[in-house]
């Protein structure tokens, strides 16, 4: 009879301050020496009351001479102390026995909190306290970002240990060190290792400028931005090298192909940009290695057709194409132009386009993943559908995402193990290999098996250089920077709520004169049902004010025949106003639009109010975007909604609207699910640490080449698990 299993011992249950590190992130000892403080407060030195100036937070040791809890104005614990130069008040209006206790008549105490001068004498409300005596402790006392079930002290003990325990070793070699010295010659001080960079920074010395710890100019944040930074561009570079080393194919234009055709029946002539950005991918796709690039352009410079050619380029090749948008009415709309061009041209070569999206009948869907699967549907068109389990692909070899700062990171890496499934099979070609292109069934390099897709992200949010070149830096970056001829410029106007008349009479002018316009009410995720009452309010009030003007209404929960229904009414010009909640769903090309009107604008990220504004302004009328803004009690705009509101004001250009974003409001917003995985930056600044990024951009490159180990622990130490996700 074999032996028994030895029991498992039983697994040790985390206490509620082990489970909240956990939560924090706090698992490793790195993790915990890397946990910096929020602020400081300093208890090295006891001042006298007499000395203590008004707003002052100060300490003092005195002796209590009265307690007692009074009920006006409420109930709360009134204590007064005496230091010999001087008495305070000490207000608490939560307080308990042991408060009573440690604060007894005749108890000295030592108290510290901000000083209030006033008419009845000195005041402090809420102060910390504790028996007086002990030593001061010779550096300033760390408060750190935490939990409600984190006491401070519990972490402060734990950072303690963390910082005693993590490896801390140099992991920059010595040509790299003298670099960033050279980097930093600015800052007149000798470079800091990174373990007196931590231990400084977790206990600074009394002396030390506040100003500098703060605004993290101090030679030991300098040291621990440089670091950081210099992992991202690591763990950026080796992404890039491995996909580098994967197959792709080769994919070629060829002579009277999809590509020449599509360009002779296109009604317009391409702008400079759309050559240029189009030649850059055309040479990308001709290459055996994986292209993965993002295209940015404002709104309305022209991507879609730039896809289309991308897309005829991968079909005249043999292989197969998908387009994904992050919503089916993304996705019909900004793709009914492209199909509008492709599908007459496939219709001869016996190609189809696909459809798939989330809401099709399972008849029609069975159609599509069966042309998907035999080949014959040469482009696939849909939302993240195309990437679902039961898609299989004959031969896809090119993948276009628009918008894809809303893919995740696990979608992005389904697309490419989707990829992966029937790429090497090949079309029916018989034994030869398609014109102008490479063996489908071997991949890129003759014999060799395809093993990744080329990928072409879209994105009408454009990167600022500094994103570009940090976040961004394994991707290759094609910018479309001017705009088609022939578009109207649209004049803004922020207005406050309560000159929400004039608007509508605006409104009523506009539609007299033919005109469309869009009313956009903001999305607040948590409370949909408080949207909807915004929405359907506004509908009711301007369908009420606009008599004989159809005023349409669209939302997220509405069904997607219904939606749709109200989108073709708008398009085909029977609807004078469309009321919106979901911005997302704006992204309709009507020419005839020429009013867009943005309820509660202080409630908009700035990248969103300029995606919303780049809605009208598409025909040759004369448009105009209107932010109306809800003042706060005191009549007054917060100021981050203020900046906002006056940099749509003062600039049409999409790529100064996202410099000045990233500077209002940090760089998530740009990069959306890519922060789901990549870590984002927690103590480098973009916006102010520039020579640090690029330092970085160099260091990471020669340490990959020559210092290969050192590259791999620095790594490991900064980015642990995340640096997986970066390769997304």
Not at 459 to 486: F, N
Not at 608 to 624: N, T
């Amino acid at each position: 009879m074999p032996d028994a299993a030895p029991p498992t011992a039983p697994r040790k249950e985390l206490s509620a301050p082990q489970k909240a590190m956990h939560k924090l992130g706090l698992v490793r000892d790195i993790d915990l020496a890397l946990h910096l403080p929020l602020r400081y407060e300093d208890e090295t030195r006891i001042v006298t009351l007499r000395e203590a100036r008004d707003g002052e937070v100060v300490q003092v040791e005195a002796t209590v001479t009265k307690q007692e809890i009074t009920y006006r104005p409420r109930r709360q614990l009134l204590v007064t102390i005496d230091d010999g130069s001087d008495t305070c008040a000490l207000r608490f209006f939560s307080f308990y026995p042991a408060h009573q206790k440690t604060l007894a008549v005749g108890a000295r105490v030592r108290v510290r909190g901000e000083v209030r001068g006033g008419f009845m004498g000195k005041t402090m409300m809420h102060p910390a306290f504790h028996a007086a005596g002990g030593e001061l402790p010779d550096a300033l006392t760390p408060v750190y970002p935490t939990s409600a079930q984190l006491p401070q002290a519990y972490l402060r003990k734990a950072v303690v240990g963390g910082l005693r325990r993590a490896d801390l070793s140099e992991t920059l070699p010595l040509p790299l060190l003298t670099s960033l010295q050279d980097a930093l010659r600015g800052l007149r001080a000798p470079l800091m290792s990174l373990r007196q960079a931590l231990e400084y920074l977790h206990h600074p010395g009394p002396d030390v400028s506040l100003g500098a710890l703060e605004d993290r100019s101090h030679p030991a944040w300098q040291r621990l931005k440089a670091e950081e930074l210099l992992a991202q561009q690591l763990s950026q570079l080796t992404a890039k090298r491995e996909r580098d080393a994967l197959r792709a194919p080769a994919l070629r234009t060829t002579d009277g192909g999809l590509h020449e055709q599509l360009l002779a029946v296109l009604p317009f002539a391409l702008t400079g940009a759309q050559c240029r950005v189009s030649e850059e991918i055309a040479h990308d796709l001709a290459r055996a290695v994986p292209m993965h690039r993002l295209l940015q352009g404002d709104v309305g410079s022209g991507k879609t057709v730039v896809a289309a050619l991308a897309a005829a380029i991968a079909i005249d090749s043999g292989w197969q194409c998908a387009l994904m948008a992050p919503t089916e009415i993304l996705a019909e709309q900004h793709f009914a132009k492209l199909i509008g061009w492709l599908e007459p041209l496939l219709a001869p070569l016996g190609k189809r386009v696909a459809w798939l999206t989330g809401s099709q009948k399972k008849k029609q869907r069975a159609e599509m993943l069966a042309l998907i699967a035999s080949g014959e549907a040469a482009l696939v068109v849909g939302t993240h559908a195309v990437i679902q389990d039961q898609v299989q692909f004959k031969n896809l070899a090119l993948a276009i995402i628009d918008e894809q700062h809303r893919f995740g990171v696990a979608q992005r890496l389904a697309l490419r193990s989707k990829l992966g499934e029937g790429i090497a099979a090949g079309p029916p070609q018989g034994d030869a290999a398609p014109p102008g292109g490479s063996d489908p069934r071997s991949g890129g390099a003759w014999g060799q098996p395809v093993s990744e897709p080329h990928l072409l992200m879209m994105s009408a949010t454009p990167i600022p250089r500094t994103l570009a070149m940090s976040y961004y830096a394994d991707l290759d970056v094609s910018t479309i920077d001017e705009l088609p001829p022939g578009r109207t410029p649209i004049v803004t106007k922020v207005l406050s709520d309560s000159r929400r008349h004039e608007v509508i009479e605006r409104i009523q002018a506009q539609v007299s004169e033919g005109r469309q316009v869009y009313w956009v009410c903001p999305l607040i995720e948590e409370s949909e049902a408080i949207d909807l009452s915004n929405a359907t309010e506004t509908h009711a009030e301007l369908s009420q004010l606009l008599p004989g003007v159809l005023v349409g209404l669209l939302h997220s929960r509405m069904p997607v025949a219904e939606k749709k229904a109200v989108m073709s009414l708008f398009s085909d010009g029977h609807m004078g106003v469309l009321v919106s909640t979901t911005v997302i769903e704006v992204g309709v090309d009507v020419p005839n639009a020429s009013l867009m009107v943005i309820e509660h604008a202080e409630r908009f990220g700035l990248s969103q109010l300029h995606q919303l504004r780049g809605r009208v302004g598409r025909g040759a009328a004369a448009s105009a975007c209107v932010l109306l803004f809800t003042p706060n009690e005191g009549g007054r705009l917060g100021e981050t909604a203020r900046e906002r509101l006056k940099a749509m004001a003062e600039t049409n250009d999409g790529f100064e609207i996202a410099r000045r974003d990233l500077e209002i409001r940090g760089p998530g917003e740009f990069l959306g699910a890519r922060q789901s995985g990549a870590a984002l930056l927690r103590f480098a600044d973009l916006a102010t640490d520039t020579h640090l990024l690029e330092w970085a951009r160099g260091a990471a490159a020669d340490m990959l080449a020559r210092f290969p180990e050192a590259a791999e622990r620095h790594v490991g130490r900064w980015l642990g698990t995340k640096a997986e996700y970066l390769k997304a």
